[in-house]
């Protein structure tokens, strides 16, 4: 029954790991909108390892939505915790699918949403430390924004309709 | 086991120990087919005019105004398309509220595609028609309006008679939804002046699988199903009496009881209501604060998701719904919290509760405990949390 909720989606959502906020992170990225009824905000705090490769040492997420958004901001939290930047980017939604092992296809865009929210927050950590943003990663950068500008387009018009 | 707590009666009601009984000979002994000439048919014939007289009476209707229908979704869609297709080339504009069932948006939707026009009358925050606006919007080409008795999601009521009276003033066709309403609340067609209403089995302890739709007479319907002219050539296919009969039986029961049910299940709704908004930080009750329905509370819970909170309560054995059931499979806000004019949060963050026949005080009490519990835990994890 891919309608329902996986064993290990359920276990997330009720004992999610890593929520909260992290005070003066590096990076924050927010993804989704609340006219979809999903928002998520996570948190990376970035420090050098021995070998002086930046690695993510802490993540934290604070999301509003249903039981797959909340679930899927445990998981990516847990995935991203201790890689290095290159290797939290190359983190995909099937990554988390997987590790849930499956959401209903209605609630795929939940995991979208996570990765999302993690490139959100990694692009605002290079844009403070004035690196080099990656092609893709500015890509996806605008592709976010353009999307949450659509939303907010067509919330105003159906509003405007009635 | 554990006991789990139902509150989700609006959308269905377990079917009541008393309609079973009378239901089971209809399965076994008294199978006929009402069309057979037998004995067998004589027998079936005679308890479908007994059932169809029970629930004409309930509303002041006459027996040969019900047609038996298999659902409500079936009559609402017999009534606007069986009177489209009967007069569409007359009039051709429909009048509904933007808060109606999906079953009568997407029957008049599928009308647009055949030339209607479809005409949405606003509502207050309370879920109120405008009632002056329904006389602006009425002109000769329309043909019928349709308004929801007892809303599914929030339980407001619509004042039936004022709209009939509007309607038949004006000369059109005035149907009424009242799927959640039928016998729980007191409704005379003839001095509300309806004409169509719809009403539903499964929702007051009766089986699924029977519904009726009031047509008054001299109003024409062309039938959406052709066969074997049941249901005065309305509904084709046999009776389906083992549900009907089980329907008159629970239209009887809770007509006997109304009064004193409703007043006591309106209790436990309002001690719920009362409890969660005082002992739960920015909760809010949508519909109207008191013309509702007796068994309906619909709550927001701003910084909650409504799913979520639907998923917390289930593990901790409470039943409840968002918006209405039939909706918890798509994304979008419900289309009547956003027609009441709720913010999209407050909208994805709200939960209907529905009690029934079977609700007890100390159930109450057991809700709103796990409730102060689970609201807590989601706005641990929500940016919109405090």
Redesign the interface.
Known sequence: MT?F?TKQT?EH??N?HN?GEIKNADGKGDAGN??????M?LYIRVIKNRQGKEVIKDVK???????A??AT?SVITDLVKGKTIDEALKISKTDIVDTLKGLPP?KIHCSILAIDALSEAIYQFLKEKKRAIPEELENKHQRIAKSKEQIEER?RKWIGK? | MKKIIYLDYASTTPVDPRVLKTMLPYFTEKFGNTMSLHSFGREASQALTEARKTLASIINADPEEIIFTGSATESNNLAVKGLAAFYGKEKNEIIISPTEHDCILESARSLSSQGFKIHYLPVDRNGLIDLKKLEQLINSKTLLVSVIHGNNEVGTLQDLSAIGKICREKQVFFHTDAAQSFVREKIDVKKMQIDLLTGSSQKIYGPKGAALLYVRKGVVLKPVLHGGGHENGLRSSTSNLPAIVGFAKAAQIMQKNRVEENKRIARLRDLLVKEVLEKIPRTKLNGHPTQRLANNANISFAGVEGESLLLELDFNGIAVSTGSACSSRTLEPSHVLMALGLQPEQAHGSIRFSLGRWTTKSEIKKTVKVLEKVVKKIRSFSPFGN
């Open positions: 309608d909720y359920l959502f009720r999610p929520y609340i006219v979809c009824g999903d928002v905000s997420f604070k999301t509003y939505g249903c039981a958004a909340i901001s209605i919330y009635k």
